[in-house]
């Protein structure tokens, strides 16, 4: 089994990466993401979760998020939990069963803040892009697949995504083996990448 830590700020190309490795992979591989790990503020009240920094790690539930890959390490099979963007909370009668693979991929912003999960992971990856371009991804994710106003991705981006990306995301960028510029456009990284994962695994 290999465990690959993909990390990098919101709108880096992240999940293009990922997907982009999945694909030439010819190995069986899962994909663990950390926003399933963000902490249950459904209790919260709506101008509670307006103003929640989901940028800093203290919002990720790393104990599940470390408990459950270390069990799938084991060969155990995990219940992940599944996150809702609309109400800011986990589901309380669904989860996703996840079963061992000959790669899990863990994906997330915020991965390599936590020592611990990092130790978990035998290959880390950063990918790297320009803030402009990261912006640009982040305002029509959010708008269309989030249900968000202009208003309210400018305010969350200039308040916490850009402020904790320099202050969390930005230095953990030291601990990546690989680091991929121009996000998930720079196929000749990802060829790179998905070439010495297979030569691990042989």
């Not at 589901?91 to 390599?112: N, Q, R, Y």
């Not at 989030?146 to 305010?155: C, F, L």
Request: contains cysteine.
């Amino acid at each position: 089994m290999l465990i690959i830590g993909i990390a990098g700020g919101s709108g880096s190309g992240k999940t293009t990466v990922v997907k982009a490795i999945t694909e030439q992979l010819k190995e069986n591989v899962v994909v663990i993401p950390q926003d399933s790990y963000y902490k249950d503020l459904s209790h919260f009240t709506e101008e509670q979760k307006r103003v929640h920094n989901f940028d800093h790690p203290d919002s990720i539930d790393f104990d599940l998020l470390r408990e459950q890959l270390q069990e799938l390490k084991e060969g155990k099979v995990v219940e992940q939990p599944v996150y809702s963007y609309i109400t800011c909370g986990r589901s309380k009668d669904e989860t996703v069963t996840v079963t061992p693979a000959d790669v899990i991929i863990v994906e997330g912003i915020l991965i390599f803040t936590d020592p611990k999960l990092r130790n978990l992971m035998d290959i880390k990856i950063f990918v790297d892009a320009d803030d402009d371009d990261r912006l640009m991804r982040v305002m029509a994710r959010d708008i269309v697949e989030r249900g968000k106003t202009v208003e309210w991705v400018i305010e969350r981006y200039s308040n916490t995504v850009k402020p904790m990306y320099l202050q969390f995301i930005e230095p953990s960028k030291r601990y990546a083996d690989l680091i991929i510029p121009q996000g998930g456009h720079n196929k000749v990284a990802i060829d790179i990448i998905s070439a010495t994962i297979q030569k691990h695994l042989e």
